[in-house]
């Protein structure tokens, strides 16, 4: 499993990267592992505002469907197009190709984990 050290996480296995204020979000590698095969996903509109730990968008594998949780306040500017018709790169590249979402960050976020939280975290 991959925890890469520049991104930050949340206790419900959400990352986000802050480049200015914009953030990219998207699953950690151990959520898209506990789901399984990703066969759908549900992308937020462009320009939805969403607050800290709002679901803002739905994935859907063989074992459950799940809502995201936005771990940052703010402006949906971009969705992952790509998703819709290769909903697998989440699960072949989490942290790259699989991302789901950017926002213009605004408001806050939840409680963002560094790596060796999110590492500690998971092995609690």
């Known amino acids: ?7 930050k996480y949340t206790r419900e296995h959400e990352w986000v990267r802050q480049e200015g204020d914009t953030a990219t979000l998207g699953i950690s590698d151990h ?16 320009g939805r505002v969403v ?11 063989v074992k459950a469907v799940s809502d995201i949780y936005a771990p ?17 790169k989440v699960n072949t590249d989490p942290y790259g190709a699989g991302w789901i979402a950017k926002v213009k960050t605004s408001g806050g976020s939840v409680e963002l984990l ?3 939280e999110y590492t500690t975290f998971l092995e609690e």
């Open 1 to 7: 499993m991959t925890i890469p050290t520049d991104l």
């Open 31 to 46: 959520a898209q592992e506990a789901l399984g095969d990703i066969v759908f996903v549900e992308l937020p509109e462009i």
């Open 51 to 61: 607050a800290p730990g709002d679901a803002f968008a739905v994935v859907e594998s």
């Open 72 to 88: 940052v306040g703010g402006e949906i500017i971009e969705v992952n197009a790509e998703l819709e018709s290769t909903p697998e």
């Open 114 to 116: 560094d790596e060796a």
